[in-house]
């Protein structure tokens, strides 16, 4: 019975889901016609249903004979449409007189006391107030002294407030609860059963019951935002049905943002601040919050509170605190000029509170002025957090702004330092453009070198690298002339690091190579005491190395550079020196140098070095005979490279990986790999390292291929090339050797001993075992007879003191199969066993392949590899590991061998990974550690 009567309520009402809350109010309006006068307030926040419980209840008033009127005529606030107001102020009943100099408040409480009871005698009487929040107190003072005249008449009021509302009426409604003279009706949330009755009303049914709980949960129980909600998905066509739960999430989004401006109108003003600095500010901190809206920090909380429970604030931590479209209607109707205001305030106070320049740049990108001094500090620390970073873009478009605005030159001079700092990792020659602008505005030397310093660095290996160098001169010329013969030690560091910088900049580009090396050879080598001394160094020793002076001189440079680890911007100069020691036979010194560097990480070092280290770590290894460590590393640094710069072909370490796919037999791969660096890299040519080395591997790869003639032609280029670089290493990029033995293939014996003359004394001035090795292979293919043996036996012997293991296994093989054609079978058998055991504990398959067809040729037996695995570790490794297994620790180890615990660090973990181990408690017997150990020292 009590649903039916409920089901007839809202049908005639259009009120759904408030039946209990109706007839609570009606039960107090049957108690006021039996003659005794009640009072009932009806509370809720925007939205909750108060107004419609209302209409609702004046429809059943009248219905019960009720005379309903509406208190304060048209400016009541909360005036119910088609309701007789009453009226409140004075109505002259005898002629006027002279108003008294103070109005008598019991005067106004009789009269609206007496009007009242004039109504009363005609039948019970409603008088309704909607929103009577908003009421002056006046008024509602009146109304509580008629209330306690006509206690024992038929009189109801229904009085309605807006919880979140500020209003002057708020203090008389609590004092009329507190003192029991009124009912107090709160609106909480609609419920489920109700949502699902307006869910029918609107979409039909039947509402299955998931449906109808997560619409509940979107609306928070609000009928008003219910409302907007079935609308939006009576308009999409979504029926009230499980599998429509999923497209609720889209819908819901754009009903809060067409709602929200509504619900705010609607919310006293501290809400509405709040909003709309949360939509500028874009983080939910009551503590900013209210100190850019302007209000208390309890009406922060409170407002965040309303916010919360109409979904604008997104829940969590992560992401905006606000939802953009809800954004983007709260801060639609702000004037622009407001708006750019406010956002400039919420830039200083996200700065003043110390918060990550990332928040503060967020707001700086919205500003159309970027005209303070502390704006270009943030945008300075922006740059300096995220170089080359996607998001530089937009500090960019900052700076270019902040040029537009009235600066002095000074200003402008920095902005553009900035925007050449900003550019240089991405567009070198946007970069290049600003530059000049820094140096035409700076008029002291000293600024000039400091300015010009970073933009030369990144312009290493574009086109921009003979400019950079240029200018560098240029500066460098100033400095030396503003400096004078006697600097000062700070002065001395400033015109070391730019010496160094210029160096850096020209070593791998062949257009600047020469300028930058004509100066070079005019320097004094510095004692290395400063940083700035040992970059200088660094950048001398890779000089050094390109003009193919000897290899000690060189490495000396390169071992006084990095005699000091340095705490703090270790980078380029390390993996500069190690290539050098590498270069030079000193391998382990360089895989010590690069340990050291790798450990670092790229927060410490530059993305571009890091990818830089591995690449030349790559190299050292499959020097040093371990092709699956110079894969293992080579892939590394591509997958750092294609992380760190999508699309960019970053040449070193693919074409570190190439060679080492050549030497494991993986010639297609090469192949993929090389076509990819020379299709996608337009400056290739220019860089003196990646040009040169993709040459030689490319030979190598069409020579496996077999296409001799294709494979002469990019070694004989290589060196033309080098040539032309006036680059005389012999090392760095051996053409000579495989063109040799290639011309001497083709028939052409007098070409191969023109290139055998012309490279021996590059050979014999550098110095190293490698060198002269492969310059007595190289002599031993031009030679005959006995004397190609002697000179075979000799680059044997030769290569046995040098880390180029593949060379010593190349030089094996050449020397056994020239034994087998001189009938030494037994020899020739030797030597091959040794090649096929080098060349497969190392991973070079195609070397160790060919051998074995050679030995099985020449009568001999496969040998059984497996037996001994230790072949595979360098001597290094060796020693370490024996005085590991002999119960060294790690700093004696290093104390015994004069090399750093970092090193023996390193050595240890080769060592694991090639004999399959997990620590020193499992390595194996057979390292002898006293005859190593003597061998050590």
Known sequence: MAASTETRHESSQDLVGRSAELNSVLRRAATARAGTAQAVLVQGPAGIGRSSLLAAAVTRLRADGFTVRTIGG??????????????????????????????????????????????????????????????DEKLLHRLDFVLRRVAAHPLFVLLAQRTESDGPGNAVLAELLAQDRCTLLELGPMSEPGTGRMIDRALGGPVDPHFARRCAQICGGNPLLLGRLLAGLRTAGIRPDRGSLRRLHTVHGGVLASLIPDVLALQPPSVRQVATALAVLGQAEPDLLSVLAGVSGRRAEAALGVLRRFEA???????????????????TGMRADALQELRARA?????????????????????????????????????????????????????????????????????????????????????LEHLHEALAAATDARERA?????????????????????????????????????????????????????????????????????????????????PAERQLLAAMSTMASLDGRSA?????????????????????????????????????????ALERFCAGGSARHG??????????????????????????????????AEQAWPGDPAPTPRLALSGSLLSAGHTAEACQVLDEVVRTDAVLERRIFDWHHYLYTRGRALREQGDLEGALAAWQRCG??????????????????????????????????????????AVRRWGTPRALGQGLLAAACVAEGRARLRLLGDAVDTLASSPARLELAKAEFQLGHELLRHGDADGARRHLRLVIERATHSGYHLLAATARRLLVSAGGRMPQLAANPLDSLTDSERRVAALARNGASNKEIAATLFITTRTVEMHLTNVYRKLDVRGRAELPGGLRPADLLAAGR
């Open 347 to 431: 830039a200083r106070l996200l700065n003043d509170a110390g918060r990550p320049v990332g928040d503060i740049v967020g707001q700086l990108l919205h500003l159309e002025r970027i005209d303070e001094p502390w704006m270009l500090a943030v945008l300075r620390d922006a740059i300096a957090e995220a170089p080359g970073d996607a998001a530089t873009g937009d500090i960019l478009g900052c700076l270019r702004r902040a040029l537009t605005a009235r600066r002095t030159a000074a200003e402008r001079r920095d902005i553009h330092r900035e925007l050449v700092r900003a550019y240089a990792p991405t567009d070198p020659a946007a970069a």
């Open 720 to 761: 033309r090339s080098l040539e032309e670089a006036d680059v005389a290493n012999p090392v760095m990029a051996p053409w000579w050797l495989p063109a040799i033995t290639t011309l001497v293939r083709l028939g052409r014996p007098a070409e191969a001993a023109a290139v055998v003359e012309r490279i021996q004394p």
């Open 607 to 640: 993305g571009w070095v890091q990818v830089w280290a591995r690449s030349v770590r790559s190299l050292t290894l499959h020097d040093t005979g371990d092709i699956s460590g110079a894969l293992y590393h080579g892939r590394a640094a591509v997958a750092l």
């Open 74 to 135: 048209g400016a009541a606030p909360g005036r119910l449409p088609d309701l007789p107001a009453l009226p409140c102020g004075p109505v002259p009943t005898e002629p006027e007189r002279p108003s008294p100099a103070t109005p008598d408040p019991y005067a106004e409480r009789r009269r609206l006391h007496g009007r009242i009871l004039r109504l009363l005698a005609d039948g019970p009487l409603a008088l309704i107030l909607d929103d009577a929040q908003g009421y």
């Open 450 to 530: 400091a300015i010009a310093m970073g933009y030369g660095l990144s312009a290493v290996g574009t086109h921009q690298a003979a400019d950079a160098v240029r200018t560098l001169g240029r500066v460098l010329d100033d400095l030396d002339a503003d400096l004078g013969p006697d600097p000062g030690p700070a002065d001395r560091e400033l015109r070391t690091t730019v010496a160094s910088a210029l160096l850096v900049t020209a070593v791998n580009d062949k257009t600047a190579m020469y300028r930058a090396r004509e100066r070079a050879r005019t320097w004094t080598p510095p004692r290395g005491d400063s």
């Open 552 to 592: 000690e001189e060189a490495a000396a440079l390169a071992r006084t550079a990095l005699r000091v680890e340095e705490a703090t911007g270790s980078g380029w100069w390390i993996v500069g020196c190690s290539t050098v020691l590498a270069h030079a036979d000193a391998a382990d010194e360089a895989l010590a």
């Open 313 to 331: 604030v997104v829940p969590g931590g992560r992401g905006p605190a606000m939802r953009d479209p809800l954004r983007e209607a709260v801060l």
